[in-house]
C-alpha cells in the first residue's frame, strides 16, 4: 500500500466521524438559531477550542513558520498576534455582543441604523469571507502537492465535499464540535512536529555535528527572538492595519451569540487566544529547529528564502518519516483547513439565506425553507471558495486582503453603532461604501502595478500606505462616517433601543394587562410550553399551529396596528413584543415550519423567568385574537 492509499484510508476514517457529527445534531434543528447559533448552547471549551480552530489555517502555519525562520519573532505582527489580540478584544466586548438579539451582523447594523445598510453589509461579508475560505482550500492543496504531488483541483474538491457534507448537515453546532476534534488534531500535529524538528535538529542527522536542545535555541540570534525587530512604526501599522478587520469579523461574533451565557463567550474567547498562542509557540519551534537543519534558507533571507521556507516543513516530513506519518501529518492539516473553512461557510452561508434571502426575497419563508436555504447558502459559499483558490495565488495575500477590506468598510459603523448613540445611518452608509470603495480601489493599483518579486508598489510610494493602502482607506472611511453623522439627523429611539438601555427605558411599553394563573386556558399554556435554563438566561419556546395558512404579511400589519408594542426592527420575519429594555427577554415571533405555524421565544435572565412566562401568555392571547379577526383559529392544545 503506498502513501497516498494510507492517506485516503485515514482520511475516510476522519470524515466519517465529521459527518456523523453533522448527522447527530441535524436532528436537533428546527429553526434558524439552532442552525445558526447552535440553540445558543455553547459551552466555554466549545467556544474556546471552536475559536482556536477557526483562525487557524494550514496555508498560513506555513506561512507563519516561513516568516519565523526568516524574520523571528519580528514577524508575530504580520499574523500571529493579531490572532491572539483579538480574540481578546473580542472577549472584553461580550458584555455589549452577548445580549443583541441577532444572527448576523447585517442584521445587527439594520436594528442599529436600518434596511438601507443590510444589503451591502451582507454582500461585503459574504466576499470577505469567500476569500478566508481561498485561503484555507490553497493551503490544502499545497500540502497535497507537495506531499503526493496530485494536482490542485482534486485536493480542493476534497476540502469543499468534505466541509459542505457536515456543514450542511448539522450547521454552527456542527462546526463547534467538528472543530474540537480538528483543532485537537492539528495542535498534536504542530507540537509533535516541534519535537522531531527538535530532535533532528540536534541528532547530527543532517551533516551536523551533535548538540544539544540548549545549544540549537542559544546559537539563535538575539535578534530572533527581538518582537519589535521591524520597528515600533511598523508594529503600529500591522495592528491598526489588521486587528480591526479581525476584530469584527462576524464568525467570533455568532460564537458569541452562540455561548450559553456572557461567562461561556468571555473565558472561551480567552481560552480560544491561549489555544492559538500554543501552537504559534510550537510554530517558533519548529522554525528554530528547520533554521538548524536547512540553514541555506535562512542565509537566502526575506523575501527571496520565502519560495523555501514556507514548504519547509511539509519538505522535512517527506524526507525524514514514513508514509504513515506523512499521512497523519496531512490529517492534521486537513483538519487546519477545514476548521477554518467551515467557520467561513457558515458564516458568509447566515448572510446569504437570512440577510439577502429571507430579509429581501421573501420575508415570510417558512422554517422548513429557510433550511433549505442555509444549506445551499453554504454550498454556495464553498464553490465560490474552491474557484476562487485557482485564481488568487498567495495564501496570506488572500487572509489580508479580506481583512483589509473589512476593516476599512464596517469597522466604523459597527463599533460606532454599538458604543456612540450619535452614530446615524446616512453616516454608516457613507463610512461603509467611501471605506470599501476607497480599499477596493487601493488593493486593484497595488496588484496591477507591482512588478514581479518586487516590494507592494504602493509601500515605495510612502511607509503609511503599506498593506494596500489600509490605513488611508481606513482613515476615509473614519472621516465619511464620523463627519456624516455629525451632519444627519440622530437615529430614532427605536433603532437606538436594542443598544443603549436608557433609550430602552424610555421607550418601552409597561403592560398593564393582568394574568389569570388559575384559569384552564393558562394552564394549557404551561403545558405547551416549552422551557429550558442554559447560563445565565432561560429559553421559552411556545410552538403553535393555525387552523389555515396564515397571510404573514398581513398578519403582521395587522398586530402593528393595533398593538403598538409590537415592533419589527430588522423586517417581517421577526416581531418583536418591546416592553423589556433587554431584547433578547421580549417575546419574539416567527413563523414556524409550514406556513400554519407560529411560533413564540423568550429569553430571559433566570431571575425574571417567572414574570416572564405571564408575558409570553399575553403575546398568545393578542396574536390569537389578531389571528381569530382574520378568521384563522389558534387554540392551545391539550398537552400530555
Known sequence: MDGYQTFLI???????????????????????????LAGRDVGTIGIGFSAAASWLTAGALLAVIGFYMLLGMGSIWGFVAPNIIALLIIALLVGRIKHLPAITQPELLEQRYSSAIRAPVAFIITIVMILFAVADIKGFTFVMEVFYGISPIYAALIVAL???????????????????????????FAIVMAGLAVSVATSGAVGMQDISVSELFSDVPGSWWNPLSIGIPMVL?????????????????????????????????????????IVFAACAVIAIGLNAIYPEIAAAGFPMGMAQAEPALLVFIVSNFSPVIVALSAIGLAAAAMSCADTF??????CLSRDIYQRYIKPDATMKEMLVVNRISVLIVIAGATIGSFLINGILEAIHIATFIA??????????????????????????VVGAVAQIGLIA?????????????LETVHPILMNHGVIV????????FFGVSFATKPSSDVNLAPFFRDVAERLIQKDEQEVDESSPEYARYLKNLDEKTTGERAHLHLNLEASATVNWTKFVGNLRSLHPVWVTPTGVDSIYRL????????????????????????????????????ELFLAYKEIANILGDMGIMMILPDAN
Open 10 to 36: 485515514l482520511l475516510t476514517v476522519y470524515l466519517s466521524g465529521l459527518v456523523a457529527i453533522g448527522w447527530h445534531f441535524s436532528k436537533r434543528q428546527r429553526s434558524v438559531t439552532d442552525f445558526w
Open 162 to 188: 468534505a466541509v459542505s457534507a457536515y456543514v450542511t448537515l448539522g450547521g454552527l453546532s456542527a462546526v463547534v464540535w467538528t472543530d474540537v476534534v480538528q483543532f485537537v488534531f492539528l495542535s498534536i
Open 237 to 277: 501599522i500591522f495592528i491598526f492595519a489588521i486587528i480591526p478587520g479581525w476584530m469584527t469579523e462576524q464568525d467570533p461574533w455568532q460564537r458569541v451569540w452562540a455561548a450559553k451565557d456572557a461567562r461561556s463567550a468571555r473565558f472561551g474567547m480567552v481560552l480560544g487566544a491561549l489555544l492559538v498562542a
Open 345 to 350: 461557510a457558515t458564516s458568509g452561508g447566515s
Open 407 to 432: 476593516s476599512a468598510s464596517y469597522f466604523f459603523p459597527l463599533m460606532g453603532g454599538l458604543y456612540w448613540k450619535r452614530a446615524t445611518k446616512e453616516g454608516a452608509l457613507a463610512g461603509l
Open 445 to 457: 493599483i497595488d496588484l496591477v502595478k507591482t512588478a514581479p518579486m518586487a516590494p507592494p508598489y
Open 473 to 480: 482607506g481606513m482613515l476615509l472611511s473614519a472621516v465619511a
Open 579 to 614: 416592553t423589556r429594555a433587554d431584547m433578547l427577554s421580549c417575546v419574539s415571533v416567527t413563523r414556524g415550519i409550514t406556513e400554519n405555524d407560529v411560533w413564540f421565544a423568550s429569553e430571559p435572565k433566570v431571575e425574571s423567568v417567572d414574570q416572564q412566562r405571564k
